[in-house]
Antibody, heavy 121, light 107 residues
Framework: EVQLVESGGGLVQPGRSLRLSCAAS????????MHWVRQAPGKGLEWVSG????????GYADSVKGRFTISRDNAKNSLYLQMNSLRAEDTALYYC??????????????WGQGTLVTVSS | DIQMTQSPSTLSASVGDRVTITCRAS??????LAWYQQKPGKAPKLLIY???SLESGVPSRFSGSGSGTEFTLTISSLQPDDFATYYC?????????FGPGTKVDIK
């Protein structure tokens, strides 16, 4: 059974940093692209960042470019999101999602339950 | 960047109704379009990928069509479990922009 478990969320002051983690199990982690998607309270889904199976291709939404860094450790079956210079508008539930391919265009076929990030003073 | 729009933003319908949601891309995305269902407090669930392919385990009352810039999600006969918010998404190998969502509620 595919499982994605996010952790690392919490309350953080504006301008500070936070690192999210996603522990994956139930599939061959290094065969698939992975993504972070967020959802602000009461709002829609926003794709944040994606990374190919071998970290060779990485993408970011314009809203986080230059502040967030995605990475993965295939040996540990883990995905990460380093979030720096956090703003109030980054407050959201952050989901880890699995692409259904290593590199070809792929939808997100499995999702975690999310970790909540609240940016407030 | 490719922008996605959806219409309507809210749809009121009754059990048994045929429901259609439209999604438009700001430029051609071929058939790289997915549909997701999200219920309150839950993670999104993949329904349709590559515009018209039904994800395994998804009821056949859900169908998708379109290519290029205009796409539709159709629920042939709305069931009580289908009241939810639906999102379209354009995707490539490492990104995926979502539409703003369509909430389907009870009429």
């Amino acid at each position: 059974e595919v499982q994605l478990v996010e952790s690392g969320g919490g309350l953080v002051q504006p301008g500070r940093s936070l690192r999210l983690s996603c522990a994956a199990s139930g599939f061959t982690f290094d065969d698939y692209a992975m993504h972070w998607v967020r959802q602000a309270p009461g709002k829609g889904l926003e794709w944040v960042s994606g990374i190919s199976w071998n970290s060779g291709s990485i993408g970011y939404a314009d809203s986080v470019k230059g502040r967030f860094t995605i990475s993965r450790d295939n040996a540990k079956n883990s995905l990460y999101l380093q979030m720096n210079s956090l703003r109030a508008e980054d407050t959201a539930l952050y989901y880890c999602a699995k692409g259904d391919s290593s590199s070809a265009p792929s939808p997100f076929d499995y999702w975690g339950q999310g970790t909540l990030v609240t940016v407030s003073s | 960047d490719i922008q996605m729009t959806q219409s309507p933003s809210t749809l009121s319908a009754s059990v048994g109704d045929r429901v259609t949601i439209t999604c438009r891309a700001s430029q051609s995305i071929s058939s790289w379009l997915a549909w997701y269902q999200q219920k309150p407090g839950k993670a999104p669930k993949l329904l349709i990928y590559k515009a018209s392919s039904l994800e395994s385990g998804v009821p056949s009352r859900f169908s998708g069509s379109g290519s290029g810039t205009e796409f539709t999600l159709t629920i042939s006969s709305l069931q009580p479990d289908d009241f939810a918010t639906y999102y379209c998404q354009q995707y490539n190998s490492i990104s995926g922009t979502f539409g703003p969502g369509t909430k389907v509620d009870i009429k």
